[in-house]
């Protein structure tokens, strides 16, 4: 059963890091792409960054360019594997829910961070970043 699980939420001060989790189960990742996405209160959800299948390839939103790094984990046969969203120098304005979903790409091989392309979706996990 395909699966995403989100992890690694809480409170951060300003400038402080985090790194948030998304276990990825029931799919073979060369595959899918794993995107991150987040929802502020009040606002619409948006894509931070994703992670393509073979190859890798990667994109991250302006908001988090140079702050921010996607990475996986695929174990050897490829049942269970994990996506980590690492972002430094956090600011308040990164308050959010946090969300992974996978796009099954059909074909593509660059990921996008367009959510309609995404058709499963984790519980996602919240960030607040106060002092």
């Known amino acids: 059963q395909l699966q995403l699980v989100e992890s690694g939420g809480g409170l951060v001060q300003p400038g402080g890091s985090l790194r948030l989790s998304c276990v990825v189960s029931?799919?073979?990742?060369?595959?899918?792409?794993i995107g991150w996405f987040r929802q502020a209160p009040g606002k619409e959800r948006e894509g931070v960054s994703c992670i393509s299948g073979v190859g890798g390839s990667t994109d991250y939103a302006d908001s988090v360019k140079g702050r921010a790094t996607i990475s996986r984990t695929i174990s050897r046969d490829n049942a269970v594997n994990t996506v980590y969203l690492q972002v430094n120098s956090l600011e308040p304005e990164d308050t959010a829910d946090y969300f992974c979903?996978?796009?099954?790409?059909?074909?593509?091989?660059?990921?996008?961070?367009?959510?309609?392309?995404?058709?499963?979706w984790g519980q996602g996990t919240q960030v607040t970043v106060s002092s």
């Open positions: 979903a996978a796009d099954p790409l059909d074909g593509q091989t660059m990921c996008v961070l367009t959510q309609d392309e995404y058709n499963k």
């Open positions: 029931g799919f073979n990742l060369d595959w899918y792409a």
